[in-house]
């Protein structure tokens, strides 16, 4: 089955404690990012990666660290949490190019951090 | 920037229809999506207009106009798993960026079916 899978679904961390936020998609995907969702506004993108070692910021970046060493994965790394970044975070991915399929994001399940 | 305005919330009756709007300012505007949000889910993809006019799929149809840098989402035939958040997202052609297609997503709008 085509899918983004995402770990941990839910943690619950205290400040300053680094995690990493696993995602891997089996798609095949140039496109990767992270999206956090906050009550009110909507989904905000943290950073994307065209490709393998290729990474970018998107909006609300401050915090937060990617890498993609692998097509298939890009974990979304905390090295200090702290509380406002409790949030839900999603990381989706998408073809890119003229291609079908490229205007279409496909979601992980997401992931619920709560940092104490 | 890119910005994005749709109403945070619309009541609609099982069987009815509704619409729900989608006004966008960008600068390289490359087309324009919809996704579907239930209570705990993941979003999932409706629909993409990047030319003017209707999209119809099933009993969603989605509508743009470029001109008026408006969209909208139509559901006809409402049923109660209707009951969900719906974002628009713009699909902006970055500058300088090599190619990059940013996505920026609207605040949502969330749509109660009642009986």
């Known amino acids: 089955e085509a899918q983004v899978t995402q770990n941990p679904r839910y943690l619950i961390t205290v400040t300053g404690k680094k995690l990493t936020v696993t995602c891997s998609q089996n798609m095949n995907h140039e496109y990767m990012s992270w999206y956090r969702q906050d009550p009110g506004l909507g989904l905000r993108q943290i950073y994307y990666?065209?490709?393998?070692?290729?990474?970018d910021k998107g909006d609300v970046p401050e915090g937060y660290k990617v890498s993609r060493k692998e097509k298939r994965n890009f974990p979304l790394i905390l090295e200090s949490p702290s509380p406002n970044q409790t949030s839900l975070y999603f990381c989706?991915?998408?073809?890119?190019?003229?291609?079908?399929?490229?205007?279409?994001?496909?979601f992980g399940a997401g992931s619920r951090l709560t940092v104490l | 920037g890119q910005s994005l305005e749709q109403p945070s919330e619309v009541t609609a009756v099982e069987g009815a229809i509704v619409q729900i709007n989608c006004t966008y300012q960008t600068s390289g505007f490359y087309g324009l999506s919809w996704y579907q949000q239930h209570d705990g889910g993941a979003p999932t993809f409706l629909s993409y207009n990047g030319l003017d006019g209707l999209e119809e799929t099933g009993r969603f149809s989605s509508f743009l106009s470029r001109s008026d840098s408006y969209g909208y989402l139509l559901l006809q035939e409402l049923q109660m798993k209707d009951s969900a958040s719906y974002f628009c997202?713009?699909?902006?052609?970055?500058?300088?960026?090599?190619?990059?297609?940013?996505?920026?997503f609207g605040t949502g709008t969330k749509l109660q079916v009642i009986p």
């Open positions: 989706a991915s998408r073809k890119t190019g003229r291609v079908a399929g490229a205007n279409v994001l496909t």
């Open positions: 997202a713009v699909r902006d052609l970055l500058l300088n960026s090599g190619g990059y297609q940013k996505v920026t």
């Open positions: 990666s065209m490709n393998v070692e290729v990474t």
